[in-house]
């Protein structure tokens, strides 16, 4: 740093924030405006660095906060105390967050204690209940409180901080940067490291992709949805069940027992985001309790069945691509053997749709930091 242009530092540490961000940080990388400082927290390790060298961006900091079975509050004031040493020393412009983590609001916090404007990326998600997505709904509104610019991923997303009484010019609509991340990933086709997904993409059959990591959702929910999985394996001996398992052992301990030794349930190590985007691409139904993949199936036109009981990414329920069907065992198997047995209700949910963009969310982003940055606030 030290340049004449405003610096921004965007400061991440997962997997989906990664992917979020990067195209923001090409972008800015462009920008003749703005001199750019990474910095990521770490909350991830492998997961976060697998983004980060498919994108071919090295930070210039890593606080490498990361522990194995960390807790919120040490993710939080390992990231507060990173950031406080660092801001001493390197002070930004603007500090750029993205999305609910942990990390984005403790760097939202560190940054505003230290007077340093806060960008939000994707602001302005509301679930609407404190408690799901845990602790993310929460993370989100203390974000907003202390955000100086609101970059939101939808008009929904605008209207609910305006019902916050965020000013409207605090507010920019920018599409969600998970579809930049996602056309310049998809077609790529890249190779499999685990010989057994080649395999399956040359069998031609249908897949069932499954994805779960929600704290909410961890202990007797995700016992269920690993009986769910077993039973659908059952009945449709024809059908492949993959799971690229999250890293977090609570997830892998309360799934993996009923699926092991299923001859047609894949289990996998975490995927990199170009792998998981062919995956993705081949999948005939999507069954999660992620965020990011809510966003990127309809763009695909692949149904999803989501296993929470609300959400904060409305666009897609409301436009047929995704359906929210709870944690129950039964209603899991249901859904899913609906979409595989009857055609009509197939394809009334494989619409593509795109409530989140076209794919320029990163440079509507930057557009709209560089005219902040022209007025220095
Ligand atoms: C975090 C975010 C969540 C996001 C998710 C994306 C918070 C509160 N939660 O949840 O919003 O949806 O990331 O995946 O910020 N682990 C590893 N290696 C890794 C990553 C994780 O071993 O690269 C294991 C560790 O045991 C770690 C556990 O997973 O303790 C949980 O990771 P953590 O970042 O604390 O929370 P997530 O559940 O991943
Ligand atoms: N993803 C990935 N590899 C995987 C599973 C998911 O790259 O094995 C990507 C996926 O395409 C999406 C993001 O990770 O962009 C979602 O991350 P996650 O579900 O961990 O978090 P969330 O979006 O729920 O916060």
Redesign the pocket.
Known sequence: MGGKLPVVMPVYG???EA?KMAPIIKELEKSPDLDCFVTVTGQHRE?LD??NTLFGIVPDHDLNIFQPGQSLNGILTRTLDGLDKLFSVNRPDVVLVQ?D?TTSMGAALAAFNHGIPVAHVEAGLRSGDLWSPFPEEGNRKLITQIASLHLAPTETSRQNLLRENVPDEDIVVTGNT?ID??LETVGKNVPFNDPRLEQLAASGKRVLLV?T??RENQGEAMRGIGRALARIASDEPDLSVVF?A?ANPAVREAVLPAVNGLPNVLV?E????G???RL?SLAYVVL??????QE?APSLGIPVLVMRDNTERPEAVLSGTAKLIGTSEDRIAAEVLLLLHDRYHFKSMAEATNPYGSGDAAATTVNALERRAALRC
Request: aromatic share 6%; glycine share 10%.
């Open positions: 997962t997997r989906p992917i997961m697998q983004v999305g983590t998970v991340a996602l994805t990591h929600r690229p999250h996998t975490p995927l990199s985001y792998e998981f985007c993705l999660t309790d992620s965020g990011g993949i990127e």
